[in-house]
């Protein structure tokens, strides 16, 4: 772009007009009001999952946005939509959370700007590990061990599994045959390993140890009771802390003819069931051992990872002991942390404190493959922001977040965070971070110039504010006119959004009141389980900003966008705060006062009732005026440009006024009124009229457009009745 473009409401000096090569756009106002509607570039300024901070970037539809800013929270296991951004801040759920903001709008062309409300980075290494199948574990034997070596030093062993059995003797002997035997039908219940009860029922000829054991395994199915020395013994079917066993008289009086009671016995150990040992007791045994650099974690997946600590060269072999061979590890091959092949640092992965303060990585971060001749190494510092985001979470100190939840999953990562984490952003923190990004919509080397409409996620006095400067000042600067969509906060009652919409009169903001109920499916997955800002239906409220901006991306600029356009039919319904009453009085007053409200039409469609802007101002106070306008001045701002600093020789002077009259004679359409956009034109080269701005290069080009009215209204004259005397056409 060889030229600057400005626009001014009013034909500016001739000094100003000599300061600096510029194309200078007049939006002078017409005599009669004109309304516009705008074209379909939305930019979406907000938070999300993933992807480039402060940086317009254009997406392609629902997978590239995917791709570049994530979804809806993250995906742990099995479960989706986990730890979404922007929960819950100023009192509103999903207030500032960019996925639930452009959910079901598609308009021409979308550009997101992601806001950073990090709380600072948090330093990922490579290291040397290994990781086991899925646990839980069987095959497992008492004794069992892994032994570790790392750096080709002395090889550790971890602690040794224990496991015994629960076991219940009679107490003291008995003496068999029974001294009192049982009698026919009496009962005793016993229950092992917390399964469910069993009742034993005995009979009288059930007087010697082998006939009562013969009776109590036939009633399970499986071997629990055992000679123990001539004497009764049940035991457990599990072996390890978690076993029991647990006698209960049915008929009372029956243990005590074998001598045993009702209170519980256990097993004991260091696993709880020597056949399903779990990863977490494996990751005990590890590092409850002491051993030297070596560490231990179970993976989201539910694996054992073991790694070498603290080094980003170190190595760790794991010997080819039968526990490793049943936990499915690699043996007796040497591993190093800089070898492997490319893998991920994935956006949400969760990293803790000793004290269970839980944060998620904000970008993906790419880890390269290495290989012996061209291993990978280095750290990898990334952003982090709280995994419950509602503005509650506390800070870290320094060199104390060192758990890592969530491993690659082909190279093995260890965390630390050498300067401290923030707590939360305080709501002015989290403000100035959407101002940052607004700014970076403006530079006109970027591809935010062309964003025709803007949206913010998050809805605070200071957010509106940004959005409002950003809209003006982008058009002013040399981006196409732009026009910024806001709402009042949910749950204001009228009176209070008319008197919020005073703050911001321009006409390149468009104000909407009340909001939208619509159903969000990922919100429905979960149901209310999810905690704050989900529901059991996945109903919940948002802005009716969003849908006006969609609706004025998606019709022609010169279109009323609260005709019926058929767009809205993912809203459930309308907010109703107090005092909100659908009345032909109440819609006056919001279009008196610049609020574009939405409605629900005879038909019970959801429509938009006034195209009004914030601006009260005659001849600006309609959207397709503004929109209309800002599409014909930028289309001549463009068709301007290859003319620029160039001689003005007759031809090309000729040139230049050929293609301003080709463009506004399209827009009329003689030729074809079906495509008629426009009413009529004036347009005039008066150069030759400003001598002094022609002889200092300043071309001078007055045009005229008078747009095609809407049907907003209608007046039917009717006379019905019996007396009515009906004149001959």
């Not at 758990?403 to 305080?426: G, H, S």
Request: net charge negative; aromatic share 6%.
């Amino acid at each position: 772009m060889s030229n600057f473009i400005s626009r001014r409401r009013f034909v500016p000096s001739d000094a100003y007009l000599l300061q600096l090569e510029r194309i200078v756009l007049v939006d002078g106002v017409p005599v009669s009001p004109v309304t516009g509607v705008g074209t379909g570039t939305l930019l979406l300024v907000g938070e999300f999952e993933d992807g480039v901070f402060d940086t317009p970037t254009e997406v392609f539809g629902a997978e590239s946005e995917q791709s570049l800013f994530g979804g809806f929270g993250y995906t742990y296991g099995n479960t989706r939509y986990q730890n979404p951004c922007a929960r819950r801040h100023l009192g509103e759920n999903w207030n500032g959370n960019g996925f639930i903001k452009g959910k079901y709008l598609e308009p021409n062309r979308k550009i997101i700007t992601r806001v950073d409300t990090s709380v600072g980075e948090v330093q990922f290494s490579l290291v040397a590990g290994l990781v086991s199948n899925v646990g839980p574990f069987t095959g497992l034997a008492t004794s069992d061990i892994l032994t570790i070596d790392v750096d080709s030093q002395v090889p550790q062993n971890s602690t040794a599994i224990t496991a015994t059995k629960a076991q219940k003797d009679s107490s003291p002997a008995v003496t068999y045959p029974l001294t009192t035997p049982f009698v026919d039908g009496e009962r005793i219940g016993i229950t092992i390993d917390n399964l469910a009860e069993v009742i034993v029922t005995m009979q009288a000829a059930d007087d010697t140890l082998a006939e009562i054991i013969a009776r109590i395994n036939a009633a399970f199915g499986s071997t629990v009771a055992v000679d123990n020395s001539g004497q009764l013994r049940i035991e457990s079917i599990q072996q390890g802390s978690g076993a029991s066993v647990t006698l209960r008289d049915v008929d009372t009086g029956a243990l005590a003819k074998i001598n045993m009671n009702a209170t519980p016995a256990t097993g004991s150990g260091n696993v709880a069931n020597l056949v399903s040992v779990t990863a977490t007791e494996v990751v005990a045994l590890i590092t409850g051992a002491g051993l030297s650099d070596v560490s231990a974690s179970v993976t989201s997946d539910g694996r054992v990872l073991v790694y070498r600590d603290g080094s980003t060269t170190g190595t760790i072999l794991i010997s080819a002991t039968s526990m490793a061979t049943a936990m499915g590890f690699t043996t007796n091959t040497t591993i190093t942390a800089d070898e492997g092949v490319a893998d991920t640092i994935a956006a949400g992965t969760r990293v803790r404190n000793s004290g269970g303060d839980e944060w998620v990585v904000m970008v993906t971060t790419a880890i390269p493959a290495g290989t012996a001749t061209a291993p990978s190494t280095g750290t990898y510092n990334i952003k982090v922001r709280p995994a419950t985001d509602d503005g509650t979470a506390s800070g870290a100190s320094a060199n104390t977040v060192n758990v890592v939840v969530d491993q690659p999953t082909n190279r093995y990562i260890e965390c630390d965070n050498p300067q401290a984490l923030t707590a939360a952003l305080t709501d002015s923190q989290i403000d100035a971070k959407y101002q940052t990004a607004f700014d970076a919509t403006l530079p006109t080397n970027r591809i935010s110039r062309i964003a025709n409409h803007s949206l913010c996620a998050r809805r605070s006095d200071s957010t509106v504010q940004a959005g409002q400067r950003n809209a003006t000042s982008a058009s002013d600067e040399g981006c196409y006119g732009r026009k910024f969509h806001t709402r009042a906060p949910f749950g204001y009652t009228p009176t209070a959004a008319i008197t919020d919409v005073a703050s911001y009169r321009i006409d390149r903001v468009f104000y909407t009141y009340p909001g939208f109920n619509v159903t969000i499916p990922e919100i429905a997955e979960l149901g209310a389980a999810g905690g704050t800002g989900f529901t059991e239906t996945g109903e919940i409220l948002i802005g009716s900003d969003g849908p006006l901006a969609y609706i004025n991306c998606y019709l022609n600029p010169e279109e009323n966008p609260c005709q019926d356009t058929k767009l809205l039919d993912f809203v459930n319904s309308i907010e109703e705060p107090s005092g909100f009453f659908q009345t032909e009085s109440q819609y006056i007053a919001f279009k008196e006062a610049g609020i574009c409200a939405p409605k629900v039409d005879i038909d019970g469609n959801i429509v938009f009732q006034s195209e009004v802007t914030a601006e009260l101002t005659p001849g600006r106070k309609t959207q397709k005026r503004r929109k209309m306008a800002d599409y014909i001045q930028d289309s001549i701002a463009i068709a301007l440009l290859p003319f620029s600093k160039k001689l003005r020789t007759v031809k090309r002077s000729a040139g230049i006024d050929s293609a301003i009259e080709s463009f506004l004679a399209d827009l009329v359409s003689e030729d074809n009124p079906d495509f008629q956009r426009i009413q009529g034109y004036s347009f005039e080269n008066v150069t030759s009229e400003n001598p002094t701005l022609a002889q200092n290069g300043v071309s001078v080009r007055k045009i005229q457009v008078e747009m095609i009215p809407s049907e907003d209204s209608f007046l039917v004259l009717t006379e019905i009745g019996e007396t009515v005397e009906i004149s001959e056409v």
